[in-house]
């Protein structure tokens, strides 16, 4: 016999009930102009149909149409017609619910626990309550099968979709409960795709080992991040606004049952969004100030478009892929039962934007914890492109990483160095004791008792108490977190200035080299057999002796060891440049025009200017040549 939840049900709360009164006036002005609005029409997010060669590399393909889905927030992919993967599950096990109030979706108010169902009794509740439904308003249904019996799947849609917005907006004066059923690991419930062998390139279990997945430099299993999770849906089963964790890629695949309606808003109007939902519910921020993360607010796409904020939709049917974008909100629901599967993915782009998320949890007053360590991974992806030659390198090397990735990792890497350097540099004028401390690659990594963020290069320690109760970020140095004397706080180092600066060096020369060789091959001339990063005794220098001996550190031979300068508002960090004849000695800057933190660094050295001049000598020796040849 089904167990019944003891949730208790109450009526919608009425406005004038109490409470702050310019609260009640301000709900009450906003719920008068909700249900006057005009309805619009939103425009549907791109749909995209690859070739069966396209399909066959997953990353890759969302790569090459990333620039037309990145300003919608979310596409579409419809897979070949050859590709149907079999619908391979029968949940036996249990699982919980959770118990949607429709008509409360605007008001940002936690869920209660619903019935707990296996699969079978999960879609015989779904079908009911959709037959129920359909009883209950004949119109509708009389709507929604004239446009199923003339093959309009579309009007279908838009049918149902008015009348759950009729529901959430509480223009029906109906009180609408439904179970939904997400956020279960496939590791305990199994996963649609089965244990075949057979290999199938969008298979979500997999999907992290693609050779463009960076995600695979995690290692810890994370579900719902780098192992999938499984949803049941029913009729209005709700996903609410939301963005995923780290901002990161998602991919959701619909394995089987009715179709699913997506709204997309672009991270371009993130932040216009959360400031809009902010001043809407004040009262409701207040209370809790990581409600945008928790997945229970839901307001229209036509409030939002009123409001001057990019939308657009999707309808997702069995076999369809969604792709939703980094720090794109999404949100949706569902006209029936279905099942599908979604997990995260991360691409080098998402770096930058991972970043800020960490940044964001960070500032929250709630102190949200991120569920990986992001320097630990920007870390260990710079240091296989540095070390790419060494055996057991990471295969995210094969995806034949170009310029502007590696770029990438070079700013976020300077990024994070300068930001050491100040903070490390606050940290010693203030005495306190620094030791060097081996690095966590494997187990629970520091997290930060104030902020909760997981800490990679560096962090404080209290000696008078255990690492998980007295570790806090270098921002929090200072707070008193234990009643012990600031002399007695230890400044913990992982990662040692040189290190650092000798990693962006190399970082550096790698990018050298790839303009080398473009302009060789500009030129018609051979590229060199010898990398200019590495000579034959294995030393860093040029091709020819650019340096005496060579150079076993960049750093060093820059003068720049440890507590060197990392280059900052005008401190400009100078390296020996590798490339054809130099002379011993001769320096350009790290920061080059653009490439500092915020894009406020410019290249202020005669070197860089003499580099740039000559680069456009060649180009018009070229142009002449060219014209001699072909008079």
Not at 163 to 171: F, T
Not at 222 to 246: K, N, Q, R, S
Not at 351 to 372: D, M, W
């Amino acid at each position: 016999m089904k167990r019944r939840s003891r949730r208790t049900k109450r009526p919608p709360a009425r406005l004038d009930a109490g409470g702050d009164d310019a609260a009640v006036q301000v709900a009450m002005r906003i719920s008068v102009k909700q249900q006057r609005r005009v309805t619009h029409r939103i425009s549907f997010a791109p749909t995209f149909t690859p070739t069966e060669e396209e399909f066959k590399e997953p990353l890759t393909y969302i790569r090459k149409i990333a620039a037309q889905g990145v300003p919608a927030g979310i596409v579409k992919i419809v897979p070949p017609a050859g590709w149907k993967p079999e619908f391979n599950i029968n949940v036996k096990k249990k699982f919980e619910t959770y118990r949607q109030a429709l008509h409360l979706l605007q008001e940002g108010e936690t869920f209660d626990t619903g019935d707990v169902f296996n699969q079978e009794e999960y879609r015989a509740y779904a079908e009911k309550f959709r037959e129920e439904w359909f009883s209950s308003n004949p119109e509708v249904a009389e709507k929604f099968n004239e446009c199923v019996s003339r093959g309009d799947s579309e009007g279908a849609s838009e049918v149902l979709e008015q009348e759950y917005w009729n529901v959430v907006e509480r223009v029906s004066p109906s009180e609408v409960f439904v179970d939904y059923a997400n956020n279960m690991d496939t590791k305990k419930y199994g996963t649609p795709f089965g244990n075949s062998q057979v290999k199938r390139p969008w298979d979500l279990t997999t999907l992290i080992k693609d050779k463009e997945s960076i995600l695979q430099k995690v290692g810890d299993r994370i579900a719902g991040v780098t192992t999938p999770w499984l949803y049941f849906g029913c009729m209005f089963a709700t996903f609410c606004w939301h963005v995923e964790d780290h901002f990161l890629y998602s991919l959701n695949y619909m394995h089987h049952g009715a179709d699913k309606v997506w709204y997309g808003i672009p991270e371009a109007c993130a932040t216009k969004f959360e400031a809009l939902l902010r001043s809407t519910f004040p009262d409701r921020f207040k209370r809790d100030p990581d409600l945008m993360h928790q997945l229970v607010t839901m307001v229209s796409p036509s409030f939002l478009l009123e409001q001057g904020i990019t939308v657009c939709k999707s309808i997702q049917q069995t076999g369809d892929i969604i792709i939703t974008f980094p720090r794109g909100y999404h949100g949706g629901f569902s006209l029936g039962w279905n099942c599908a599967e979604a997990v995260n993915f991360a691409l080098l782009d998402w770096l930058p934007v991972g970043r800020k998320a960490v940044e964001s949890y960070q500032h929250l007053l709630s102190g949200r914890a991120p569920t990986f360590s992001h320097d630990s991974l920007l870390w260990g992806l710079c240091r296989d492109v540095v070390d790419e030659q060494k055996p057991g390198s990471s295969p995210i090397l094969q995806a034949k990483m170009g310029r502007s990735e590696l770029m990438i990792l070079w700013r976020e890497l300077e990024y994070v160095a300068n930001r050491e350097r100040i903070l490390r540099t606050r940290l010693r004028k203030a005495k306190f004791s620094e030791t060097k401390v081996s690095r966590q690659w494997d187990g629970e990594p520091f997290q930060c008792m104030t902020c909760r963020t997981m800490h990679f290069f560096s962090f404080c320690v209290c000696p008078c108490g255990t690492k998980s109760a007295k570790t806090v970020c270098l921002d929090h140095a200072f707070e008193n977190y234990c009643d012990c004397e600031q002399e007695k706080k230890v400044l913990c180092v992982q990662v040692s200035d040189k290190e650092l600066m000798d990693t962006m060096g190399l970082l550096k020369v790698k990018l050298e080299e790839m303009d080398q060789r473009a302009t060789n091959r500009i030129n018609g001339h051979p590229e060199p057999s010898t990398p200019i990063s590495q000579n034959r005794d294995g030393r860093s220098g040029g091709e020819g002796g650019a340096w005496e001996g060579g150079v076993d550190s960049v750093a060093e031979k820059s003068g720049l060891g440890v507590g060197g300068k990392f280059g900052n508002g005008g401190e400009m960090l100078h390296v020996c440049h590798a490339e054809g004849k130099r002379k011993q000695g001769e320096a350009v800057s790290f920061l080059e025009e653009g490439w500092g933190v915020g894009d406020e660094c410019e290249i202020r050295t005669n070197a860089m200017a003499g580099r740039r001049q000559k680069m456009k000598l060649m180009q018009v020796d070229r142009v002449k040549r060219v014209q001699a040849s072909n008079p």
